[in-house]
């Protein structure tokens, strides 16, 4: 079973709909990340937390909310979807103590027509 | 603030060549910086990492990147590489203590027979 995963996969939803992507992981990390992936942008971070009750926002947060359900659970909600948000949106987590490295989930595309 | 640039989009190379991505990041305090490697359909996995030490780091599939702190560069590279390293190579930055990482724009190496 994968690490980290995330739910859905794939997605088309409408401008103005409500979204959650769903992110887990096994791995007993108590760092979270959420990622969007745009062609030739590379990947730039939405939010971070690095424990259920420490939620940060990184570059580009607008339009963008997420819950830290427990150390294991990071969900991340598009209130009202708009075409822009229309990318491949990763989620990641990390361990400091087991040498810094981001362990990446498989992604979710979000197509928002 | 911190950036990072990977100055090619796409490099194509035949198989057996040598390749080198190129990697510059802007920060005026000490980083850590990674590679990571997707490939089609896939997250990002790691590929190797410079926390501190010895300035040349390897993979285990035969990359290697060295840290000049002076060009403030971490250039990738391998002398003979494989249609299996078609890919997407990204850069990161993170300024130790900052929290989190900072992505270049991705270079896609594209391996011809």
């Known amino acids: 079973d994968a690490d980290v995963t995330q739910t859905p996969r794939n997605r088309i939803t409408k401008t103005g709909k409500r979204i959650m992507l769903e992110c887990s992981q096994t791995?007993?990390?108590?760092?979270m990340y959420w990622y969007r992936q745009d062609p030739g942008l590379g990947l730039r971070l939405i939010y971070y937390s690095f424990d259920v009750k420490d939620i940060n926002k990184g570059e580009i947060s607008d339009g963008y909310s997420v819950s830290r359900q427990a150390q294991a659970k990071f969900s991340l909600s598009l209130e009202s979807a708009i075409p822009n948000q229309t990318a491949l949106y990763f989620c990641?987590?990390?361990?400091?103590?087991?040498?810094?490295?981001?362990?990446f989930g498989p992604g979710t595309r979000l197509t928002v027509t | 603030a911190q950036s990072v640039t990977q100055l090619d989009s796409q490099v194509p190379v035949f198989e057996e060549a040598p390749v080198e991505l190129r990697c510059n990041y802007s920060s005026s305090v000490s980083v850590y910086l990674f590679w990571y490697v997707q490939y089609p359909n896939q997250g990002l996995q790691l590929l190797l990492k410079?926390?501190?030490?010895?300035?040349l780091v390897e993979s285990i599939n035969g990359f290697e990147a060295e840290f000049n702190k002076s060009q403030t560069s971490f250039h990738l590279r391998k002398p003979s590489v494989h249609i299996s390293d078609t890919a997407e190579y990204f850069c990161?930055?993170?300024?130790?203590?900052?929290?989190?990482?900072?992505f270049g724009s991705g270079t896609r190496l594209q391996v011809q027979p």
């Open positions: 410079y926390l501190s030490g010895s300035t």
């Open positions: 990161a930055v993170d300024r130790t203590g900052r929290r989190a990482l900072t």
């Open positions: 990641a987590t990390s361990d400091p103590r087991q040498g810094w490295e981001q362990y």
């Open positions: 791995k007993g990390h108590d760092r």
